[in-house]
């Protein structure tokens, strides 16, 4: 029941779109990408193509994101990636 709830508060109002939180673990300056740490344990993968209103130079360690997740052929990939606390 507790996971359900988790999940669900996951999702936008606007359709439905799942949204995930995290922090930035990792950064990789020179090729473009990091790593978000997902409340729910996980990491994912992130490109700076898939930032909103933000860009990859002002990222740092430990910000707070949202994010919604994608499949790709390498695995889980955030995009849609938004900056909630500086």
């Known amino acids: 029941m507790a996971r359900f709830l988790i999940d669900r508060a996951c999702f936008l109002q606007k359709g439905g779109t799942p949204m995930h939180t995290g922090t930035i673990k990792k950064l990789v300056r020179e090729r ?10 996980r990491e994912v993968f992130f490109h700076q193509s ?7 130079e002002t990222l740092s360690e430990g910000q ?10 390498k695995g889980p990939r955030a995009i849609s990636i938004r900056v909630t606390q500086q």
Request: net charge negative; no cysteine.
């Open 32 to 41: 473009g990408f990091g790593f978000i740490s997902d409340t729910d344990g």
């Open 50 to 56: 898939g930032l909103v209103d933000v860009t990859f």
């Open 64 to 73: 707070t994101v949202e994010f919604e997740v994608e499949k790709s052929p």
